[in-house]
């Protein structure tokens, strides 16, 4: 049978195993009419949407309920899920290697693999780019894992219940005068991780004042400053979305500093090159993307400046045929545009179904089919305040701003499309109803 391997269970990926395992995989085994082994391999035994970490980060979503384990999900659809990172490819032989998986005490789980395929898929997504800017990896945390959403989390409930305990300090006074809060979050980067956290935060704040976790004046005595070194937040999105999302920021008390580049970031400050120093008790770093090193050090595949596996409209690799790439990993061609497809949920979910459709036709020796990104527009979450963003498309004919509870439903639909393509419509209904009950009966934000 044909051999499929996926690498990489973020969205893009774990929705086009599960697809291939749903049509070719064991289920159609089952049948009578097997055609197809479908693999899936990702470093970690669980998947949760990426878009959702700064949620987890400010304690509005518990991760463990929205966690879905790779080896149930594979058992509900056909394919096997292989548990390890990804450390080299001999194309030659058309086989991957992949490393020890070792257990939290750091005995070893699972020894060091070989698989083999015919048909080979990367989708193993992007970590944080810190530029090179000294401190910045040692001093902030970067939201690429639960693990580390998990961390800053928990650092934000011990730096506010530090705070109210201490001895009130003597007042201290920023650049421009103003009185400083009792406690400080620093986000480098203004794009829609930042800003999600940023209003995600303000309504953390409030939500532990109310069950008296601290006692500290939410909107007063907790910071926020979101630090953009562009001209505005939001620069890959419209002028005018930007415009609206900085307006309700002002409101929600968030301190905005655009025009601003990180240049240091040391244990309780941020340093810019224009000469300030932005006090911070916690700093985040969500200032861009690049691609995990490991594609820079594959067998002969050509990367960009990024680290991005350059692959042609067939989402096919420069030089091998039977190696594809879809999602952050990926630099694919848009036509029309300056830039190529961008790094969104919505690429690889389009980049997904269309390479289920190029599987079947590979299956059957048919030419491929080019990819097309169609921009749908861009949603950005306020928290409980509200969202905003632009709507692109025909069924519009062009674009159009949308902002509040419109827009809220529009990115809360988002993910419920996502649990639909792994789920099915059924069982995304059911999901979506059992997630309002657990909300019924649990706090707002996690509290511990």
């Known amino acids: 049978m044909h051999r499929f391997i996926v690498v990489g269970g973020g969205a893009g990926g ?10 070719y995989g064991e289920t159609r085994a089952k049948r009578g009419r097997p055609t197809a082994s479908v693999t899936l391999v990702d470093r970690n035994p669980t998947h949760i949407w990426k878009p959702l970490l700064h949620e987890v980060a400010a304690g509005s979503m518990d991760p463990f309920t929205q966690e879905l384990e790779y080896a149930a999900q594979a058992r509900w659809h056909g394919f096997e899920f292989q548990q390890g990172e ?44 810190f530029f090179g800017v000294p401190g910045a990896a040692e001093n902030s945390i970067a939201l690429d894992t639960v693990g580390q959403a998990e961390r800053f989390r928990k650092k934000l409930i011990a730096a506010c219940m530090r705070a109210e305990h201490q001895a009130p300090e003597p007042v201290t006074r920023d650049h421009e005068g103003k009185e400083e809060p009792r406690v400080q979050v620093a986000i480098v980067g203004a794009g829609a991780t930042g800003v999600e956290l940023s209003a995600e ?107 991005q596996l350059i692959v042609r409209r067939t989402l096919q690799t420069e030089l091998d045929d039977n190696v594809f790439a879809l999602g952050d990993c990926a630099a694919c061609e848009w036509p029309g545009n300056e830039r190529g497809v961008p790094p969104r949920a919505q690429a690889a979910h389009q980049e997904a179904s269309f390479l289920f459709r190029s599987m079947g036709m590979r299956l059957e020796g048919r030419p491929l089919p080019e990819f097309t990104y169609r921009d749908f527009g861009s949603l950005v979450s306020l928290g409980h305040f509200s969202a905003v963003g632009n709507l692109m498309g025909g069924l519009i004919g062009g674009s159009m701003l949308i902002e509040g509870l419109f827009a809220r439903f529009m990115y809360m639909s988002l993910y419920r499309l996502h649990i639909a393509a792994l789920h099915g419509y059924a069982r995304m209904v059911l999901d979506t109803v059992a997630h309002w009950l657990r909300r019924t009966t649990l706090p707002r934000v996690k509290l511990h």
């Open 86 to 129: 990804l450390v080299g490819i001999d194309r030659a032989a058309r086989r991957i290697t992949l490393g020890v998986v070792n257990d939290e005490d750091g005995a070893e789980l699972l020894p060091e693999r070989v698989l083999d395929y015919d048909t080979l898929v990367l989708a193993i997504g992007s970590t944080t780019h």
């Open 201 to 307: 935060l303000r309504n953390t704040a409030q939500v532990l004042s109310a069950y008296g976790l601290h006692k500290l004046d939410p909107s007063h005595d907790v910071g926020i400053v979101l630090i953009e070194s562009g001209p505005r937040i939001l620069p890959a999105l419209p002028e005018r979305v930007s415009s609206a999302t900085t307006e309700l920021l002002e409101k929600l008390g968030v301190r905005i500093l655009s025009g601003e580049r990180v240049t240091e970031v040391a244990p309780g400050v941020v340093r810019t090159a224009s000469g300030k120093a932005v006090r911070a008790d916690l700093t985040v770093w969500a200032a861009g993307i690049k691609a995990p090193q490991i594609l820079s050090e594959l067998d002969g595949l050509t990367v960009n400046r990024l680290g």
């Open 14 to 23: 774990l929705e086009l195993a599960t697809r291939l395992g749903d049509r």
